[in-house]
């Protein structure tokens, strides 16, 4: 059963960048697609862009200038870097799944909360 | 991106049926197909209920179900039971910016 696992800071300051990793275990990175999607405290859920195995990568326009999703195959991982953090950044952050041509996300990581503090 | 509306609220007791509408989530058949819906319990990560605009994955209820009217998707949960309180999103995959784009959330209450 494949399983998707959240790792990085909790706490990020102000205009720092954050770096989170979402390790797929039990399962191919091939023919999925691998989501990043945050959830500020008490709102609506926010997909931040997405990568494929091959790299190629898409993602939100509000959010674009300062996103980067990449893909490492060899060690079952993927990663978004998100920079000039401000205290709206602070969230909820989940990696999910959505098979190739379906429009689904079928397995989520349990999140990890991260914090930038005013 | 377009803006999924859905009540921020609804509640039924225990047997009876509620169902949440989710608002700008189809233009069309197509669009339709794009629609998802997710359960998410407090403290947790939402879990797939609803794909492909009515399909259930293997291990949701069939109590539970969704269908379309004009521009709006719906989700139906029959039969209430107390586990089923959570909140519901609908979630869109937009064609035109190539991203989802989710719903405000609607928490369900069984009285």
């Known amino acids: 059963q494949v399983q998707l696992h959240e790792s990085g800071p909790g706490l990020v300051k102000p205009s720092e960048t954050l770096s989170l990793t979402c390790t797929v275990s039990?399962?191919?990175?091939?023919?999925?697609?691998w989501i990043w999607i945050r959830q500020p405290p008490g709102k609506r859920l926010e997909c931040i862009g997405y990568?494929?195995?091959?790299?190629?990568?898409n993602y939100n326009p509000s959010l674009k200038s300062r996103v980067t999703i990449s893909v490492d195959t060899s060690k079952s991982q993927f990663s978004l870097s998100l920079r000039s953090m401000t205290p709206a950044d602070t969230a909820v952050y989940y990696c999910?799944?959505?098979?190739?041509?379906?429009?689904?996300?079928?397995?989520w990581g349990p999140g990890t909360l991260v914090t930038v503090p005013s | 991106q377009s803006a999924l509306i859905q009540p921020a609220s609804v509640s039924g007791s225990p047997g009876q049926s509620i169902t949440i509408s989710c608002t700008g989530a189809?233009?069309?058949?197509?669009?339709?197909?794009?629609v998802s819906w997710y359960r998410q319990s407090p403290g947790q990560a939402p879990k797939l209920t609803i794909y492909?605009?009515?399909k259930r994955p293997l291990g949701v209820s069939d109590r539970f179900s969704a269908s379309r009217s004009g521009n709006a998707a719906s989700l139906t949960i029959s039969g209430l039971q107390a586990e089923d309180e959570a909140t519901y999103y609908c979630?869109?995959?937009?064609?035109?910016?190539?991203?989802?784009?989710f719903g405000g959330g609607t928490k369900l209450t069984v009285l």
């Open positions: 999910a799944r959505s098979p190739f041509f379906d429009f689904y996300f079928d397995k």
């Open positions: 039990d399962g191919p990175i091939r023919h999925y697609y």
């Open positions: 990568v494929d195995h091959n790299g190629n990568t």
């Open positions: 189809s233009r069309d058949v197509e669009t339709f197909n794009h």
């Open positions: 492909e605009g009515t």
């Open positions: 979630c869109s995959f937009e064609t035109n910016v190539l991203t989802w784009v």
